[in-house]
Nanobody
Framework: QVQLVESGGGLVQAGGSLRLSCAAS????????MGWYRQAPGKPAELVAA???????NYADSVKGRFTASRDNAQNTVYLQMNSLKPDDTAVYYC??????????WGQGTQVTVSS
């Protein structure tokens, strides 16, 4: 059974920083992509950032220049460094892993709240 354990969410003032971590354990076939989605109340979920097995990254336009995604392949861990946080970044953040068969796994979600 695959488990994704997230950590690092919390409450921060606008302009502050947070770092999210997501560690995957269990039997996972070759991981193709690791990333983060978020969902704010009343809004659809959106892809925030993703890192491929080759190290390529892509980001939502709203977070470019502020957020950085990285991964540790040996530890099956993905990180999201979030700087210059804004109130609009307030959401539940979900870790996502896609394996080589395009099967996806999800974390339980971690709340990020940015106060103005």
């Amino acid at each position: 059974q695959v488990q994704l354990v997230e950590s690092g969410g919390g409450l921060v003032q606008a302009g502050g920083s947070l770092r999210l971590s997501c560690a995957a354990s269990g039997r996972i076939f070759s991981i193709r992509r690791m990333g983060w989605y978020r969902q704010a109340p009343g809004k659809p979920a959106e892809l925030v950032a993703a890192v491929t097995s080759g190290g390529s990254t892509n980001y939502a336009d709203s977070v470019k220049g502020r957020f950085t995604a990285s991964r540790d392949n040996a530890q099956n861990t993905v990180y999201l460094q979030m700087n210059s946080l804004k109130p609009d970044d307030t959401a539940v953040y979900y870790c996502n892993i896609r394996d080589e068969y395009e099967y996806e796994y999800w974390g339980q979600g971690t709340q990020v709240t940015v106060s103005s």
